[in-house]
Structure formats: C-alpha cells, structure tokens
C-alpha cells in the first residue's frame, strides 16, 4: 500500500483516473512506483516521436553542455533515429563506432551503420564506405570498391568524396 500511495502522489487525479481505468481494460498491472508511471509515460511519449526528434536529443545529450551530457543515452537516441530511417542519425553511430570515443570501438558496428546510412541516402555514409575499402578497414583492402562508392558520394556532392577520388586516379 505504500507503493499505491507514492503512485498516487505523483500524478493529478484526473491522470489517476484515466489511468486506472486503460489499467482495467487492458488487464495490466498496476505500477508499483512512481517511477514506474513516469517511465511508462515516457515509453509512450517516444513511441511517437519522429526520427529527427530523437536525432536531435541524442545530439543534445552527446554535445550538449556538461549537465546534459549523457553518452549512452544519447547513443541510444541516435540508434532509434538511424532505426526510424535518419540518414544522418545512422552516420554518427557508426563513426562514433569507428572511432570508439566513450564507447568500444567496433569496426563491424561502425560499418553496418555506415551501410545503413548510405542505403537511406547519406553522401557521408557512402563516403566512410569507400573509406574503408580504401584504407582496408574492416574490409579488405578493395580499390575498385573504394571507388565506386566514392563516386555515388561524389553524385551527392560530397567533397571529401571529390577529394578521395583523386587519389585514385
């Protein structure tokens, strides 16, 4: 009975009502905690976020000043961002991967992260991609691989792309 008091503290009675009934019509259990409702609540608020809200919290949370910062969950908000179909969002996860700043460094993430993001349409993916075949990083070292994805990077305007090419040339 403690725990049900601490869950009815936490929120207005109107909440409490709406609450305990979905709770009876779906069978569930009852929250033990006041956390517990609060981390349901949240559960249900990021269900409807959209790719670029949680490419853009994750950045917070990863960049954002030293209160906030917060490595693993920022991580995470970029992986559901990449899963949600953000280019971008799948890009950083993988080059924070490749590099293994605050987190392991796994070339073998890094590069399905990459293939993820070039496959949703990021030059910078593409480019990493052919980076690696280049400079045999978790690849073999394949020239002609490197080259062709440079060369899709580079239809995307990619400058680092432009660059890398010349090089094999």
Same mark, same amino acid.
């Given at each position: 009975?403690? @725990? ?5 503290? $936490? ?5 409490? &009502?709406? +609450? ?7 069978? %569930?259990? *009852?929250? @033990? ?7 349901? %609540? ?6 409807? &976020? ?5 490419? @853009?919290?994750?950045?917070?949370? *990863?960049?954002?000043? &030293?209160?906030? #910062?917060? !490595?693993? *969950? ?28 605050? /987190?392991? #460094? ?7 992260? +990459?293939?993820?993001?070039? /496959? ?8 990493? /991609?052919? +980076?690696?075949? @280049? ?14 994805? +440079? ?7 990619? $400058?680092?792309? !432009?660059?890398?090419?010349? !090089?094999?040339?």
């Amino acid at each position: 009975s403690r @725990h049900i008091s601490t869950f009815f503290e $936490s929120i207005d009675e109107s909440e409490i &009502k709406q +609450y305990i009934e979905k709770l009876c019509d779906s069978k %569930q259990e *009852l929250p @033990h905690t006041a956390n517990d409702v609060k981390i349901q %609540q949240t559960q249900k608020v990021e269900r409807n &976020k959209s790719a670029s809200d949680f490419l @853009h919290y994750g950045c917070c949370l *990863l960049f954002g000043d &030293k209160k906030t #910062r917060n !490595f693993k *969950l920022g991580l995470q908000r970029l992986k559901m961002s990449s899963e949600r179909g953000n280019s971008y969002a799948s890009f950083l996860v993988g080059y924070l991967y490749e590099v293994g700043q605050e /987190i392991k #460094r796994d070339i073998n993430e890094s590069f399905k992260y +990459y293939e993820r993001s070039s /496959i949703q349409g990021d030059s910078k993916g593409l480019y990493r /991609i052919g +980076y690696c075949y @280049h400079a045999g990083i978790g690849v073999e070292q394949d020239y002609d691989k490197a080259r062709e994805y +440079y060369e899709k990077a580079a239809e995307l305007n990619d $400058s680092a792309a !432009f660059f890398c090419l010349g !090089f094999l040339y």
